[in-house]
């Protein structure tokens, strides 16, 4: 039973626009979450992250919004750039933070240049 | 700051064989996670240990599985025997176990079971 869910496993973007990454989630008691980023090849990086407090959070091009009440989260990247082309993890943690994350299956974002 | 080391990067083995996948964790960091990456599921937590001591296990498949932290430096996830459907990319990860620290993830050993 895949609590997080990543339902697109691919995505095509222009160079210049907006990515919009999504994620939903079925355990209520998840009260933060964070996206990562993976290369071939290589293990995951922490990209950002938001806390349950809070629906909206920003880091330069990145920026995760949080619906609690549809239990959806996604992320958006503004302008896409060819070097974000990548595998990108959702994942949830309960009450006791990240010491446990949960992940969801990974979207594969092509930025076409 | 060398990151969290992996190794063997690729182990290719028998069915019925004996497989050992070793971690070293990030230097300071007391917690460690055992990641298994497959495409219809994703990354899955198989055992997370938190001051070399295991927490949760609750992910390890079945009892041909098992996992050691002898130390705060060195992990090893071990398969006895092997079997074709263990065929993924396992993972280590590393945290500083403080609030809402990030994990830190090695490059991962691809391992295949023929």
């Known amino acids: 039973d895949q609590q997080v869910k990543q339902n697109s496993p691919s995505l095509s973007v222009q160079e210049g626009r907006i990515s919009i990454l999504n994620c939903d989630y079925t355990n209520s008691m998840f009260d933060y979450f964070l996206w990562y980023k993976k290369y071939p090849a290589e293990g995951p990086t922490f990209l950002i992250s938001i806390s349950s407090i809070k629906d909206k959070n920003e880091d330069g091009r990145f920026t995760v919004f949080l619906n609690k009440s549809a239990k959806h989260l996604s992320l958006h990247i503004v302008p896409s750039q060819p070097g974000d082309s990548a595998v990108y993890f959702c994942a949830a943690s309960g009450y006791f933070g990240n010491e446990k994350l949960t992940f969801g299956t990974g979207t594969r974002l092509t930025i076409i240049p | 700051d060398a990151g969290v080391i992996q190794s063997p990067r690729h182990e290719v083995t028998e069915m019925g064989q004996e497989v050992t996948l070793r971690c070293k964790p990030i230097?300071?960091?007391?917690?460690l996670f055992w990641y298994r990456q497959t495409m219809m599921r994703g990354l899955e937590l198989l055992i997370y240990?938190?001051?070399?001591?295991?927490?949760?296990d609750s992910g390890m498949p079945e009892d041909r599985f098992s996992a050691k932290m002898p130390n705060a430096s060195f992990s090893t996830l071990k398969i006895q025997p092997s079997e074709p459907r263990d065929s993924a990319v396992y993972f280590c990860?590393?945290?500083?176990?403080?609030?809402?620290?990030?994990?830190?993830f090695g490059n991962g050993t691809r391992l295949t079971v023929t």
């Open positions: 230097s300071g960091h007391n917690s």
């Open positions: 990860a590393s945290s500083a176990g403080t609030g809402n620290s990030p994990l830190h």
């Open positions: 240990f938190n001051n070399n001591v295991p927490i949760d």
